[in-house]
Nanobody
């Protein structure tokens, strides 16, 4: 059974930083696109950042220049470094793993990030 387990969420003041991590049990992790989505109550889940198997990254416009996604294929982990956090970054953050060629998609249970003074 594939698992994605997020960690690192919490409460932070505006302007602060948090580092989210996602540990994955998918096989051949290096071949998956990994990423982060976020969701606030009553709204759709939106892409925050993703990193492909070859290391290419994509970011939502709202987080460009503040968030950085990275992966460690040896440890089967993906990390989201979040700096200069804003109240509007408050959401539940979900890790996902995608392998398009086989139609495989997995999601974590989410971790809450709250940005408030």
């Amino acid at each position: 059974q594939v698992q994605l387990v997020e960690s690192g969420g919490g409460l932070v003041q505006p302007g602060g930083s948090l580092r989210l991590s996602c540990a994955s049990s998918v096989t051949i992790f290096s071949r998956y696109t990994m990423g982060w989505y976020r969701q606030v109550p009553g709204k759709q889940r939106d892409m925050v950042a993703r990193i492909t198997s070859d290391g290419s990254t994509t970011y939502a416009d709202s987080v460009k220049g503040r968030f950085t996604i990275s992966r460690d294929n040896a440890k089967n982990t993906v990390t989201l470094q979040m700096n200069s956090l804003k109240p509007e970054d408050t959401a539940v953050y979900y890790c996902y793993a995608l392998r398009v060629v086989y139609g495989l998609e997995y999601w974590g249970l989410g971790t809450q990030v709250t940005v408030s003074s």
